[in-house]
């Protein structure tokens, strides 16, 4: 996806109560800003770390800015939660994730288990509906290794315990982690930050839940999938 406007750089002054920020701009102007992001965010929240910010004009939102990237280790990484979906899309269509290209329809938001709604649910005519949800990805803690969750992750949890229950049901159920930085080569799960999502995670794959990952390329320009690679499957 591309920025338009382009993204506006700034100094990050901190974020709080999960939504919010305060950044300078680069003309001196201190700023608050809204944080698209309920996640921890562990690693890119440092003080005076440089970002870059979308902007909005429209007379019914609050805040002016958006917060999407941050400057960390050397790469820009993409925090914006609301953009995986769209990158899974994307990456789908490019024939990045296995053989997902092969199916003719994509429906968002569709309601399953219990009082969940599925990211994408794909279909066609010769084939077994499939389940698709997707995980926004942006922790990094050893070179070139990204790792979900970064936190607690209940809800996620649930995820994997319905989406092994559609599998059993007879339906394909595939978890998809889109990697917001182009620095990694491999994803794996961080079962020592949330044990629970560890135990999920290896219970659905053994049960047939599929995981793929994607990474994507990052620049104040736009965020792209670029390319499939490995998910650890041992946890």
Excluded at 23 to 44: H, P, Q
Excluded at 52 to 79: C, W
Excluded at 94 to 117: A, C, F, M, P, W
């Amino acid at each position: 996806m591309i920025f338009d406007p382009p993204l506006v750089a700034a100094t990050l002054i901190r974020r709080y109560k999960r939504f919010l920020f305060d950044a300078v701009l680069e003309d001196g102007r201190e700023i608050a800003g809204f944080c698209a992001n309920t996640g921890s965010m562990r690693g890119l929240t440092t003080p005076g770390s440089r970002i870059y910010l979308s902007q909005h004009d429209s007379p019914n939102r609050k805040y002016r800015y958006a917060f999407e990237m941050i400057e960390a280790e050397g790469t820009l990484v993409g925090v914006n939660t609301a953009l995986p979906n769209r990158l899974a899309q994307e990456a789908i269509r490019l024939g990045l994730v296995s053989d997902l290209l092969h199916y003719e329809k994509i429906r968002t938001e569709q309601r399953y288990g219990e009082n969940s709604r599925i990211d994408l649910l794909l279909s066609a005519p010769d084939r077994v509906d499939c389940y698709v949800e997707i995980k926004n990805v942006h922790f990094v803690r050893q070179t070139g290794l990204a790792e979900f969750p970064d936190s607690v992750t209940t809800r996620g949890a649930k995820h994997l315990n319905e989406m092994a229950k559609l599998v059993a049901s007879g339906t394909r159920a595939v978890m998809l982690y889109v990697i917001q930085r182009p620095d990694c080569e491999a994803l794996a799960i961080s079962a020592d930050l949330d044990p629970a999502y560890g135990r999920a995670f290896t219970a659905a794959v053994a049960q047939g839940v599929e995981a793929y990952a994607v990474k994507c390329s990052v620049t104040p320009e736009g965020i792209a999938p670029v390319r499939g690679v490995p998910v650890r499957l041992t946890v």
